[in-house]
């Protein structure tokens, strides 16, 4: 009765070599789904990061604007633009549809945060504009 049998430690041993590869086995899933969830997290990341380079750069936004607001097109419209700290207001009173649309597409098109715009309609062929560019 002193003796412990061999075959207990054995079936012990067995029992806890199979119980440790089972929680093993939970704990590779779950790093193999934390591991996708990181590179997901990482992928957007990313992704946010180079929209703030889109979007915060004031440098590269005044020189877009200031070529948009040179063009030929626009030079009719009398657009009155201020530069402020935190961004830019458009405005003009009187555009021509035509130019609306020109401005429009090109502001639409290029990488610019917009944060309030208003159009109203003055006539068949003119209209009002105001707009706010955050940075």
């Known amino acids: 009765m002193n003796r412990i049998n061999p075959l207990h430690i054995i079936t012990l041993l067995i029992v806890i070599a199979l119980f440790l590869l089972f929680e093993l086995s939970k704990v590779k899933a779950d790093l193999k789904e934390?591991?996708?969830a990181y590179k997901k997290s990482e992928k957007i990341a990313k992704e946010l990061r180079a929209y703030k380079r889109?979007?915060?750069?004031?440098?590269?936004?005044?020189?877009?604007?200031?070529?948009?607001?040179s063009q030929r097109s626009l030079r009719n419209a009398k657009l009155h633009y201020d530069s402020s700290q935190n961004g830019i207001h458009i405005e003009s009173k009187s555009i021509s549809l035509r130019s609306l649309d020109s401005l429009m597409s090109k502001l639409?098109?290029?990488?610019?945060?917009?944060?309030k715009l208003t159009i109203k309609r003055i006539d068949d062929t003119h209209a009002m504009v105001r707009m706010?560019?955050?940075w």
């Open 34 to 36: 934390e591991q996708e």
């Open 54 to 69: 889109l979007y915060k750069d004031k440098k590269r936004v005044k020189r877009a604007l200031d070529k948009i607001l």
């Open 108 to 115: 639409f098109n290029g990488g610019y945060a917009i944060k």
């Open 132 to 134: 706010e560019i955050v």
